[in-house]
T-cell receptor, first 111, second 115 residues
Framework: NAGVTQTPKFRVLKTGQSMTLLCAQDMNHEYMYWYRQDPGMGLRLIHYSVGEGTTAKGEVPDGYNVSRLKKQNFLLGLESAAPSQTSVYFC??????????FGPGTRLTVL | AQSVTQLGSHVSVSEGALVLLRCNYSSSVPPYLFWYVQYPNQGLQLLLKYTSAATLVKGINGFEAEFKKSETSFHLTKPSAHMSDAAEYFCAVSPNTGTASKLTFGTGTRLQVTL
């Protein structure tokens, strides 16, 4: 039982490049979330999903897209990376009981 | 709307001393409240949660928190700090709707434990 895993752990991009972050969970959770963490700002919700095939915007969705084609996976895409997207990205999942379980994070640097 | 305020971005205590990390919340509906801990270069781990049962909640690693509705607070305490408690702590709130809801996090408090 791996819990929530994230791929990759680190990535460096140039401005304008695209990439996809993968989140996978093996707990059969319905709900999945993407957050970004910036110094002094806590975690902010980017997008979330309440089930396979559904996604919704969070607090800071601009510049990101997501897809939930399979229940266990939640992908976060950056179509044209900007330096302002330099951050640590966390994925989380939960059942209906509100306890979210977090992955180890992806550290992204955009030059 | 909901929000969380964590007073003090850095707290330093001596090993063996009381740990008190402050969290105040604002919520238009009855809240669920959470404390998470983040060790360096790791993800967040749930310490404890309040879901409208007992107001004093006990968590892992000897931590506990008390929900005080009149003060809109959910402060985290531990009677005796250990070096291994050094980490960043986040308070979070979600509306008590019976289903998984979006968490709103505070900005975090970094706990330093000194000898």
């Amino acid at each position: 039982n791996a819990g929530v895993t994230q791929t990759p752990k680190f990535r460096v991009l140039k401005t304008g490049q695209s990439m996809t972050l993968l989140c996978a969970q093996d707990m059969n959770h319905e709900y999945m979330y993407w957050y970004r963490q910036d110094p002094g700002m806590g975690l902010r919700l980017i997008h979330y999903s309440v089930g396979e095939g559904t996604t919704a915007k969070g607090e800071v969705p601009d510049g990101y897209n997501v897809s939930r084609l399979k229940k266990q996976n939640f992908l976060l895409g950056l179509e044209s990376a900007a330096p302002s997207q330099t951050s640590v990205y966390f994925c989380a999942s939960s059942s209906h009981t509100d306890t979210q379980y977090f992955g180890p994070g992806t550290r992204l640097t955009v030059l | 709307a909901q929000s969380v305020t964590q007073l003090g971005s850095h707290v330093s205590v001596s090993e063996g001393a009381l740990v008190l990390l402050r969290c105040n919340y604002s919520s238009s509906v009855p809240p669920y409240l959470f404390w998470y801990v983040q060790y360096p270069n790791q993800g967040l781990q749930l310490l404890l949660k309040y879901t409208s049962a007992a107001t004093l909640v006990k968590g892992i690693n000897g931590f506990e928190a008390e929900f005080k509705k009149s003060e809109t607070s959910f402060h985290l305490t531990k009677p005796s700090a250990h070096m291994s408690d050094a980490a960043e702590y986040f308070c979070a709130v979600s509306p008590n709707t019976g289903t998984a809801s979006k968490l709103t996090f505070g900005t975090g408090t970094r706990l330093q434990v000194t000898l």
